[in-house]
């Protein structure tokens, strides 16, 4: 009888068990990205609380500053558009007095810092707390030169531009101080003479309704308070920078040394120094790279089994060949010795007999070699199983030689049974065990074929079974046979009729279609061994609408 190859292929699932399914446990289904996601969104977000806080925080500081200042400047504008006081004098018409004015505007009723400037109706300038502060404005002046140094020179072109730079602080001086002689209040964030930024504010100087002219009043403290809020914020930006710096060495030490130990791994393997990538520490890893580490592991240890099969394999065949060939070398170099017509007749049929043998043992070994790609070619569909046992039935029934056993069908599990797989290999199963059974049935005899329903295995109701009327199968040997070149003979069966492959071409191709087959012998009315069966147990296509 025949039994099976041993090409190794990546083991299917066993018979009933489902592929799992990989629970979703991160973002998009992977934990590194997920780790990754998270810091980059955590930096980020630090990054950007903290300059929401510093621009919320400038925003506030600059409006409060100017509320305090419209506050002070309020007051002063009182007192100095109150007849009273003596700063503004005049009847009917009435105008500021530079004198009086200069002395509301010292440094006992301005905070350190500020600056106050009046300006009269047309706008000219009447009184500068600069010009009656004890302080000395302006920044420190650098280190004495020492003797004998010359001065640095200027670059006219940078006095040309801090020249310009004066004027157009002065031109938006003028214009917010013209705005506020319109009647209204200004505040504004803008540059000094210096070039510093000052928060300013004008208020119209009243005498009852009339506008006698504009108290301007700046701090100009705004630049060291901004630069106290960048360095507030300095913090968030070490701690998005540090977010950023563990990010990247998390992404260092998870992702890529462990890709590289891969990469390395792979190099080995196609090197030849390895059979299989192996690398524990990887393979315990609950994320993407535990699972590349096992697949890569599981997909070089079947390619090395597959490897050392093919060495078996050929190793088998090598034998296998070589006996039918050391039998038609001693027959020729027997058949010039041979006198007599009835040896040299005796060996020409044994000649025949070892080139059938041979014949048969090739194209079975072509067969089998083809195997693993024609059942990666073909896409299964659903398949009518019994339309196409049907077809093979009639195939052998219209081709009937005298003294072959009868093939016949009985189709008892329904007219239409359909299972899920690819018609070629599963026709080629079907062939294998007729032409099994037929090659030990004796002459006339019947190999009869059945489908039926096994509900209580509901994962592989379908059963096909071959029975046939020979000598029966040793119980020792109802696995064996379906080994690859198992050729055990019962007395008056032909030698050389099978070559030891056809069972487990089908093994290989019924459980590449999820399903199973097994032998057993069939008893007799008085307990005796009554013939083989052959049984194939092939899952059932799932309803219409579902996927396999």
Do not use: C
Request: net charge negative; no cysteine.
């Amino acid at each position: 009888m025949a039994s099976d190859i041993a090409i190794a292929r990546a083991d299917p699932l066993p018979p009933g068990e489902a592929e799992p399914r990989r629970r979703l446990k991160r973002f998009g289904g992977s934990r590194l990205g997920g780790l990754i996601l998270a810091l980059n969104l955590l930096s980020l977000l630090i990054l950007f609380v903290g300059a929401l806080l510093l621009n919320e925080w400038s925003r506030g500081l600059i409006e409060a500053r100017q509320e305090t200042l419209t506050a002070q400047a309020e007051l002063l504008v009182r007192v100095l558009g109150d007849e009273r006081i003596g700063v503004t004098r005049g009847e009917p018409t009435p105008s500021l007095d530079p004198i009086e004015a200069s002395r509301w505007l010292r440094d006992n009723f301005l905070l350190s810092g500020q600056r106050a400037r009046l300006f009269d109706i047309d706008g000219i300038p009447v009184a500068d707390s600069f010009d009656v502060t004890e302080a000395i404005p302006g920044r420190p002046l650098p280190p004495a030169l020492s003797a004998g140094t010359p001065p640095e020179e200027v670059d006219p072109a940078v006095e040309v531009r801090n020249a310009a730079d004066v004027e157009q602080a002065r031109a938006v001086l003028g214009a917010e101080v013209e705005q506020a002689l319109g009647g209204e209040p200004q505040a504004s964030l803008r540059r000094s003479e210096s070039g510093d930024r000052v928060v300013s504010v004008s208020i119209p100087v009243r005498h009852v309704r009339q506008v006698l002219g504009v108290l301007t009043l700046e701090a100009g403290d705004v630049d060291e308070t901004l630069d106290a809020q960048r360095r507030a914020l300095m913090p968030f930006a070490l701690v998005a920078l540090a977010v950023n710096l563990l990010g990247s060495l998390l992404l260092h030490l998870f992702v890529a040394r462990p890709v590289m130990r891969l990469s390395a791994a792979a190099d080995e393997v196609r090197l030849q120094r390895a059979r299989a990538i192996s690398l524990p520490d990887l393979e315990h890893r609950k994320d993407e790279i535990g699972d590349l580490a096992r697949s890569l592991e599981t997909m070089t240890e079947t390619l090395s089994d597959r490897m050392d099969a093919i060495e078996a394999f050929a190793a088998d065949v090598s034998h296998e060949i070589k006996n039918p060939l050391t039998s038609i070398r001693s027959a020729l170099e027997t058949l010039p010795l041979v006198k007599t017509p009835e040896q040299r007749e005796k060996l020409t049929l044994l000649l025949q007999q070892d080139v059938r043998r041979l014949d048969r043992l090739i194209t079975d070994i072509s067969n089998a070699s083809r195997l693993d790609a024609e059942l990666n070619r073909d896409r299964p569909r659903t398949i009518d199983l019994t339309v196409l046992l049907s077809e093979i039935v009639g195939v052998y029934e219209s081709g009937l030689k005298p003294g072959e056993a009868h093939v016949a069908f009985a189709p008892s599990a329904g007219d239409h049974v359909l299972v899920v797989g690819r018609d070629g290999p599963l026709g080629q199963v079907f062939r294998n065990l007729i032409d099994n059974a037929r090659s030990f049935s004796p002459p006339d005899g019947a190999v009869r074929i059945s489908l039926v329903r096994d509900d209580m295995d509901p994962d592989r109701p379908v059963r096909v079974r071959v029975d046939d009327d020979g000598p029966g199968i040793p119980p020792e040997n109802l696995e064996t046979v379906f080994e690859r070149f198992y050729t055990a003979r019962p007395r008056g069966v032909a030698f050389g009729a099978n070559s030891g492959l056809g069972l487990s071409i089908v093994r290989q191709i019924v459980e590449a279609h999820g399903g199973r087959v097994r032998a057993e012998n069939r008893p007799g009315p008085r307990g005796e061994v009554a013939g083989a069966r052959f049984e194939v147990a092939l899952p059932t296509a799932p309803p219409a609408g579902r996927r396999p």
